[in-house]
């Protein structure tokens, strides 16, 4: 049996994300899961989301992609690491380097690989990849909520 995705154990206070959150009933309800050393998320965007050019997803959304999901692999990553439930983490920084046009109607992968954790702070490099292609790539620093320790 899989284990729940790491937003689906974030609390219901910090659940309203558009991109993440459970609670949110307009939102993406995008989920993140281990696999190995590396955290995974798959998404199919909808059309609607189109860039500029017809069939390509805006690089908003592929910079919302990267954000959620890095935030969860960081709440997923400390609280292994701490041995505690999951805390909700913010973005500090969030860095995007989009490398090919990425397609919509295709599930687009979105991996997490954890750089370094260092008290509150937790860096996580990213990819978002289309049918084998990597489209973008980029670097968050997430900050666990004070409150949420």
């Known amino acids: ?6 937003q689906d154990q974030y609390p219901d206070d910090y659940a309203y994300c558009y991109g993440c959150g459970r609670l949110n009933t307009q939102g993406h309800h995008l989920k ?4 190995g050393e590396e955290t995974v998320c798959r998404h199919t965007p909808d059309p609607k989301f189109t860039g500029g050019f017809p069939g390509f997803l805006y690089g908003g959304m592929i910079a919302s ?9 960081a709440a997923a990553a400390k609280a292994k690491a ?24 295709t599930e687009l ?6 750089v370094e954790i260092k008290g509150r702070k937790v860096i996580v490099d990213m990819t978002v990849t289309a049918a084998g292609t990597i489209c973008a790539t980029g ?3 997430m900050v666990q909520i004070k409150d949420q320790k």
Do not use: Q
């Open 82 to 105: 701490d041995d505690k439930p999951i805390s909700r983490f913010v973005t500090a920084s969030l860095k995007v380097d989009y490398l090919a046009p990425t397609p919509i109607n």
């Open 32 to 35: 993140s899961y281990w696999d």
């Open 1 to 6: 049996m899989r284990e729940p995705a790491f």
């Open 109 to 114: 992968e979105v991996r997490g690989k954890v």
């Open 65 to 73: 992609l990267i954000d959620c999901h890095g935030a969860g692999t």
């Open 139 to 141: 670097t968050v620093v």
